[in-house]
C-alpha cells in the first residue's frame, strides 16, 4: 500500500516525465558528442579536407553504432524511424508488403496499401492467418519488436521463420526497443535516437545487404537524399553507448508491482496481464471511473507527465487503435493511458506516479 504525501508544508517537487516511449530526454554524452560533432562543420560528401575530416567522423559514428547494436549489415542514416519506414517499404525489392494491424502510424501510413495482418487478444500476430498471408512472392513481412503504446515484445522466431520459408524478408520496427533489448534476426530494422536518450532528428535504417533495397541517388551510398546529420549522428552513437543492462535498474521499476495488485483490487485494468510478452518500460493502465483523457490532464496538474496511447496519433485523445486490434473492451480502451520509462526514471519519481494513480483512483 502506498502512503499518500501530503503536499501541505512540503517544497513543490520537480515535474516528473514519463513519456519516455514519445521520447527521452537528451543524455549528456549525446549532448557532449554532438557539440563536437558541430565543431566538425563542413559537408560530409564534400571531397575537399575539411568534407573529409566531417566524413571520417560519420563514418566512425556508424561504425560505433553497429557495434553496439551488434549489427553486421549496413546502416543508413534518416531523419528518423519514419523515414528509414519510408525506405524500407518503399524500396525494397521485395513481393507483397504485409504489415501487423498494431503498427506504429509511420508504418502503416508508409506502407498505406499493405495488407494487414490481424492480431491476438494478446498482441501477439495471428499465426493462422500470417500463415496464408505470407504465402505470396517473396513477401516484406513488416512487424514491431515491442509495442509503443502496450509494451509488448512480439514473438519473431515463427513470423521469420514463415517469411523465409516463402523467401521473404523480415522489417522490424527496433524503435521502441533499440539500446533496450538485443536487436532481433531480420533483414531490415529502423531505429530512432531520440527513443533512448540520442537526439530528435536522426535515425537509422538497418540493412543486411544493400542489394536488398532499390537506390534513389543521392547520398548514403545512393539510398537516402540529403545531406547527413553529423552531429546527430554522433550523438546517437554516445546515446547508444551510454544505455546499460538493464535499461532501466530493477529496483526503479519495482514500485509498479504494488500499484498493480492496487488497481486490480480497485476495478482497473493492468493491460500488461493481458500481453503475450509484456516488458517492463511501457505500462498500459485502465484506471476505474474516469477517462484517459481526463487522467492525462489531471496528472499534468500534478506535475506528472504520461500520454493516451501514441503521441505520433498525436494529441488527438482518440481511443488508441492498438487497443481496438486487440479487441479490448471499449469501455476499459477510453480509461487506459500509458506510462513509460526512461534513463532518466528515478525511483521516486515512480513512487510519486504511483501515489498520484491511487489518490486520482480514490475520487
Given amino acids: 500500500m502506498f502512503h499518500i504525501r501530503r503536499q501541505r508544508g512540503w517544497p513543490i517537487p520537480e515535474r516528473i516525465y514519463l513519456d519516455h516511449a514519445a521520447t527521452s530526454p537528451l543524455r549528456p554524452e549525446a549532448r557532449a558528442a554532438m557539440d563536437e560533432g558541430v565543431a566538425i562543420w563542413a559537408n560530409p560528401s564534400s571531397p575537399h579536407a575539411e568534407g573529409r575530416k566531417a566524413r571520417e567522423a560519420l563514418e566512425n559514428a556508424r561504425e560505433r553504432i553497429k557495434a553496439a547494436l ?34 506504429h502510424d509511420c508504418i502503416l501510413q508508409a506502407g498505406h496499401d499493405a495488407e494487414r495482418l490481424p492480431v491476438r487478444s494478446d498482441g501477439s500476430v495471428s499465426m493462422d492467418e500470417f500463415a496464408e498471408a505470407v504465402e505470396r512472392e517473396r513477401p516484406l513481412v513488416a512487424v514491431q519488436h515491442v509495442n509503443s503504446e502496450t509494451g509488448n515484445r512480439q514473438e519473431l522466431g515463427p513470423i521469420s521463420l514463415a517469411a523465409h520459408t516463402n523467401d521473404g524478408l523480415l522489417f522490424v520496427d527496433c524503435a521502441q526497443s533499440a539500446g533496450k533489448f538485443a536487436l532481433p534476426e531480420c533483414e531490415m530494422a529502423i531505429i530512432s535516437a531520440h527513443k533512448f536518450g540520442g537526439p530528435i532528428g536522426i535515425g537509422a535504417l538497418l540493412v543486411k545487404d544493400y542489394a536488398m533495397l532499390k537506390p534513389s541517388g543521392g547520398q548514403e551510398r545512393g539510398y537516402r537524399r540529403g545531406t547527413e546529420n553529423l552531429a546527430g549522428a554522433m550523438g546517437m552513437a554516445a546515446a547508444l553507448e551510454a544505455c546499460s543492462d538493464p535499461y532501466v535498474s530493477p529496483d526503479v521499476m519495482e514500485p509498479l508491482d504494488a500499484l498493480a495488485d492496487e488497481c486490480r483490487k480497485r476495478g482497473g485494468t493492468w493491460l500488461s496481464d493481458r ?89
Wanted: hydrophobic share 45%.
Fill in 275 to 363: 500481453l503475450s510478452d509484456p516488458t517492463p518500460y511501457i505500462r498500459a493502465i485502465a484506471m476505474p471511473g474516469m477517462s484517459a483523457t481526463a487522467q492525462v490532464m489531471r496528472f499534468d496538474m500534478a506535475g506528472i507527465a504520461v500520454s493516451q496511447g501514441s503521441a505520433c496519433s498525436s494529441g488527438t485523445m482518440k481511443t488508441s487503435r492498438v487497443l481496438e486490434a486487440m479487441l479490448v473492451e471499449p469501455d476499459i480502451a477510453e480509461r487506459t493511458i500509458r506510462v513509460s520509462f526512461g534513463w532518466s526514471t528515478t525511483r521516486d519519481e515512480v513512487e510519486r506516479f504511483c501515489e498520484k494513480w491511487i489518490e486520482l483512483a480514490g475520487q
Fill in 70 to 103: 551488434g549489427w553486421d549489415g549496413e546502416l543508413i542514416f534518416t531523419s528518423g524511424a519514419s523515414e528509414a519506414a519510408q525506405i524500407a517499404l518503399n524500396q525494397a525489392n521485395a513481393g507483397a508488403r504485409l504489415i501487423s494491424t498494431v503498427e
